[in-house]
């Protein structure tokens, strides 16, 4: 494998190469050692001024919407976080791995860090503890567990449903890389330290796949799209044991120990006429798996009919799309997020195989383009999405179309939403729910200038006054409100 790869041509999404922290201190000595000058072009000091504004109104409310919150300062930018497995189970909270990148300027390898974060259970956190955390510190509840020196900056990162110990990793280069986490040693990040050799490498691209990945969840397979308009299929069956029944091995680390070579397709899926931009299988089928691209279409393919789309809809959006999921509740439903700023929901039932099928409904709620999308764990209608407007939104496609209370909601709020974490302050590249502990979310942003390091990472839970039954909450807070009562009477 190739050592990092050189820079090729400017992405159209993420942030540009080097680290802000970097180039604040450059811009620091260069002013004389005064305040560092805007980054965001003629506009900037309007548009910071307007963050910090819309930031200092939502950590006021932040004990009143949030069950748990926590803020962590990154060093380096990262454009990829996912939860791992549970590792302890505690009366309060919960020890759970988190994987996520370090993007540097090359003063530093680029790195692949796992995390052990402690997750505070629902209820337990107190107000004044959520309220008063500091957006300039590390997180106690983030602790660096182990660092891979990776060959190239990590633009994507997909953990094995079979055995989350298993993660794939995209860089700039046609490659996917395959890594066994435990058996990983553990490296410094020091200048010219060599690159951490991954335990399998799929080839099958013929340029750069950057961003577009998946895990099955269904077998072992892996799917992936790149800049070569393909979508590549791999199976990593034969060379992944999921039981780890060898004696020389420890329970966490499958990849057969003689597998460090690279491994070919499984098929090659020719469709997109520019970059595909995100992948996604759906959730019960290792065969049957969906696109999106640069060419603003969505295609749906199925491995066992052959290599040509089942569907594709020719203008999915009205501009590039970002990203895609299959919902895991109910696999007609897909969603798609572009950079016309709008998340749309198609139901496969009414895409035909000559290009028509209108979205069941287009959620307008971002004023930038649309990063990322990703349907709740917990419940069928919920999903969420982030974009370039630093917010990352929640939305209830059960909700469209329902008549709210008078007072109850703007009438400018958009159909379907119910929540929004307005917590980072530039856009947010990624974030992921949590299977393993409902309603719970890390996410991630490149606000960088504004926290004075490499942007932040938020671990946060919505209180569930928000999203339980309505009933069951006015119940709970009439039961509140006559204890309160009671108590003034007694005293």
């Known amino acids: 494998m190739e050592a990092t790869p050189p820079p090729s041509e400017p992405r159209k999404r993420g942030r540009p190469k080097g680290s802000t922290k970097a180039k604040a201190e450059k811009d620091k000595e260069t002013s004389g050692g005064g305040t560092p000058a805007k980054m965001r072009g003629s506009g900037g000091d309007k548009k910071n001024t307007t963050a910090d504004e819309t930031y200092t109104h939502w950590k006021q409310l932040v004990p009143v919407l949030y069950d748990w919150l926590a803020s962590h300062n990154l060093v380096w930018p990262s454009l990829s976080c996912r939860w791992g497995p549970v590792l302890e189970r505690g009366t309060y909270k919960n020890k759970q791995r988190l994987y996520l990148s370090e993007q540097t300027d090359h003063t530093q390898p680029n ?174 089928s290792s065969q049957q798996f969906c696109s999106v691209g640069d060419d603003s279409c969505l ?89 370039e407007d630093g917010l990352l939104n929640i939305w209830d496609y059960e909700k469209v179309g329902q008549k709210e209370e008078t007072g109850s909601k703007s009438p400018s709020t958009p159909e379907g939403l119910f929540f929004q974490h307005a917590g980072h302050r530039d856009k947010v590249v990624d974030f992921h729910w949590n299977a393993y502990d409902p309603w719970t979310i890390v996410s991630v942003s490149d606000d960088g200038e504004f926290c004075g390091g490499g942007g932040t990472l938020q671990l946060w839970r919505m209180s569930d006054l928000l999203y339980r039954p309505r009933d069951e909450v006015l119940a709970e807070l009439q039961k509140f409100k006559d204890h309160v009562i009671e108590c003034s009477k007694t005293a």
């Open 299 to 387: 295609i749906l393919w199925d491995a066992r009919i052959g290599s040509n789309p089942v569907f594709k809809a020719e203008k999915a959006h009205n501009a590039d799309l970002h990203c895609v999921d299959w919902n895991s509740h109910d696999e007609n439903y897909i969603l798609t997020g572009s950079a016309d700023h709008t998340v749309c929901m198609f139901d496969r039932r009414n895409l035909t195989s000559d290009g028509n099928g209108m979205p069941v409904h287009k959620f307008e709620g971002h004023s930038a383009a649309v990063l990322c999308v990703q349907w709740s764990p917990d419940k069928c209608s919920v999903f969420g999405s982030s974009a």
């Open 111 to 284: 790195t692949l860090i796992i995390a052990n974060c402690e997750v505070v259970k629902p209820r337990v956190a107190a107000e004044n503890h959520i309220a008063n955390f500091n957006e300039d510190a590390r997180s106690p509840y983030v602790k660096k567990y182990k660092t891979i020196l990776h060959p190239g900056e990590v633009n994507r990162i997909r953990e094995l449903p079979q055995n989350k110990n298993i993660i794939a990793t995209h860089t700039d280069c046609p490659e996917v890389l395959i890594w066994d986490v435990e058996a990983q040693p553990n490296r410094n990040a020091l200048l010219g330290a060599q690159d951490s050799v991954p335990d399998l490498v799929l080839s099958g691209h013929e340029d750069n796949a950057e961003f577009a990945l998946a895990m099955c969840p269904a077998e072992p397979f892996v799917l992936s799209g790149g800049k070569d308009k393909t979508v590549v299929l791999w199976s990593i069956q034969d060379h992944v044991s999921t039981l780890a029944t060898d004696g020389n091995q420890s329970a966490s680390s499958i990849v057969k120990a003689a597998d460090t070579s690279t491994v070919g397709p499984r098929g090659v899926f020719q469709g997109h006429t520019d970059t595909v931009e995100d992948v996604q299988f759906c959730p019960s």
